[in-house]
């Protein structure tokens, strides 16, 4: 079983934790710097839709990014809300060990990330275009499903990163998504910003259970409950008790 997530635009560098493994597709990483640095500062400011200042901090993060010193462990680097509620500094090491075997991070410039693959500090969303028309779901192709390589995935990740997963798809793969919302006007809705802090708070809750077991996965309870005559074998949905 593998459970794929979200990368989230806030990083942090934090050197206090070494890194214990390398990103798998680390020469293609290697390719895509090249292709960043080659870009002007109008095409990269078109590709990230941002303003002056994130603009600048990431050209020079572009112009000084070393790929192989100075790195961080992916599951401590990204900082963005889903991550927080992970709350990765309060796992233990069976926790810790749990995630690296089961826990994929699936990144627009990385590809597939273990939780302990020493990484920098970057910005490329799945969805970024490329000033020749080119994409990063053409030049990924199939290389992360064949990397997650399991017949049981659990999807917490958004539809931008769980698309090039899905689209591969073989016919005994099971995907399983998982679907967190609430009931407004009758109709179940899923809002953003709770659903990112519920995918993080499940994470934690799998790693803490040792959870490889999908069955499992329904007695998660906190701040929602499984909704049994919501799901299907493919789609395991919970509602918001608050």
């Known amino acids: ?22 990103p798998v597709f680390l020469s293609k990483t290697v390719t895509l710097l090249e292709k960043l640095r080659g870009m002007s500062a109008e095409q990269l400011q078109h590709m990230y839709r941002c303003n002056d200042k994130i603009l600048a901090e990431n050209i020079k993060r ?19 809300l889903a991550f927080q509620h992970l709350s990765a500094t309060s796992l233990c090491q069976d926790e810790l060990d749990y995630l690296q ?24 969303e799945m969805l970024s275009v490329f000033p020749d028309g080119s994409n990063l779901y053409d030049y990924w192709n199939d290389a ?14 958004s539809e931008e990163y769980s698309r090039c997963i899905k689209d591969f798809l073989q016919e005994n793969d099971r995907m399983i998504h998982i679907v967190f919302g609430e009931f407004k006007n009758g109709k179940l809705i899923t809002k953003a910003t709770k659903a990112k802090m519920a995918r993080g708070d499940m994470i934690w809750y799998m790693a803490h ?28 949905v919970f509602v918001s008790q608050e």
């Open 144 to 157: 992360l499903y064949r990397e997650i390589n399991d017949t049981v995935i659990i999807n917490l990740a």
């Open 1 to 22: 079983m593998k459970i794929i997530f979200s990368p989230t635009k806030k990083m942090i560098q934090d050197e206090d934790l070494a890194p214990k493994t390398t």
């Open 209 to 236: 259970n040792h959870i490889t077991d999908p069955e499992d996965i329904k007695k998660f309870s906190e701040h929602y409950s499984y909704a049994e005559e919501l799901s299907d074998d493919t789609h395991f």
């Open 101 to 124: 075997e089961h826990f994929r991070i699936l990144s627009g410039f990385y590809g597939v990330l273990k939780p302990m693959d020493g990484i920098t500090p970057y910005r490329l």
């Open 62 to 80: 572009i112009e000084t990014m070393n790929l192989y010193d100075n790195l961080s462990p992916a599951l401590f680097s990204y900082s963005g």
